[in-house]
């Protein structure tokens, strides 16, 4: 398999909406827009993954995280890892998280952390990061970036995250 991992263009805004059409979410209208506003502002990173010529997937890496215990330790996260539904379990995924692990390597940071969906639908992904190293911050359940309280009752969506954490 030919794959080309490289950070994105504003000229990918098209194949990238495209991507995420072909895995069923929805983001909101202006979101990759949005995205670049922040890489622009050196906040984030993003990076496309391209198989036969398309976007078979991309990856966010955020370096000061709106989660808090992130943003203390000063651990770069990484998000929106998404691959399309026709190629994945081909390592595409994993190939975009080792290329964010690098960059954050590189640039001296010991760490590096990702939030999970804790519903099943997110099972290859929490298989996935466990495999790889990553273990839970210990901060618990976070819902929109927040560390939930105990006894707090959230709805079981997108936002309902672990946050996980990487040595590198």
Not at 81 to 87: D, E, Y
Request: positive net charge.
């Amino acid at each position: 398999m030919k794959l080309e991992i490289r950070p994105a263009t504003f000229e990918d805004i098209p194949g990238l909406k495209r991507a995420a059409e072909k895995q069923g979410g929805s983001k909101e209208k202006d979101y990759f827009e949005n995205c670049f506003d922040l890489l622009k502002k050196k906040e984030r990173d993003i990076f496309v993954a391209i198989h036969n010529d398309i976007i078979a997937g991309y990856v966010m890496l955020v370096w000061s995280p709106r989660y808090q215990p992130f943003r203390t330790m000063k651990v770069p996260e990484i998000q929106d890892l998404n691959v399309i539904p026709s190629v994945r379990r081909q390592g595409i995924a994993s190939k975009l998280m080792d290329y964010c692990e690098n960059i954050v390597r590189k640039e001296g940071h010991p760490m590096v952390g990702i939030g999970v969906g804790v519903h099943s639908s997110y099972g290859a992904a929490q298989c996935m990061y466990i495999k790889r190293g990553y273990v839970p911050d210990g901060a618990g359940a976070a819902y929109d970036a927040k560390t939930m309280e105990f006894g707090e009752m959230r709805p079981l969506d997108d936002n309902f995250t672990l946050k996980l954490i990487r040595e590198l």
